[in-house]
């Protein structure tokens, strides 16, 4: 069975500590009006791009050096037919430090390409991912753009 998530990685110099650290410092990377906790496991915290959107999240898993999970728990997403279609998946970033150099695997796990809004979040993902996740583990500064949709 082939696996249709949505997953992209990239590797930086950096420890995988500080990777989990800055991952869950959620609106230093990801342009999106944040509130909430993303720090520890059963945090809480919601997402909003503008509009009614909105995106609530929970730390399903924390492992320090390792992974972290956050389940979408509820969601509104008014530019799409389901609007709730990002409820029920995961976000899930795996790190693994080899040598000083972290890989950072993400996986939205639920957005594949037979979902409606996969067209907007590939991209999306991609540009808040490769870009601004990895330009804030290692210059300290996310890059920001319009939210896709």
């Known amino acids: 069975m082939t696996n249709n998530n949505f997953n992209t990685h990239f590797s930086a110099n950096i420890s995988a500590n500080v990777a989990i650290k800055k991952i869950s410092d959620v609106p230093a990377w990801w342009g999106v009006t944040f509130a909430g906790r993303a720090e520890k496991q059963n945090d809480t915290f919601t997402v909003k791009m503008g509009g009614d959107s909105f995106f609530n999240f929970i730390v399903t ?20 037919a389901n609007k709730k279609e990002w409820a029920n998946t995961k976000l899930i970033f795996e790190v693994n430090e080899n040598d000083g150099i972290t890989d950072v695997k993400f996986t939205h796990e639920g957005l594949t390409p037979e979902v409606e809004c ?6 999306g993902w991609t540009h808040w991912i490769k870009t601004s996740l990895f330009s804030y583990l290692t210059t300290g500064e996310g890059v920001f753009r319009e939210p896709t949709k």
């Open 61 to 80: 898993e924390l492992i320090p050096c390792k992974r972290v999970s956050w389940l979408v728990t509820d969601c509104n997403m008014p530019w799409y």
């Open 118 to 123: 996969y067209k907007d979040c590939e991209p």
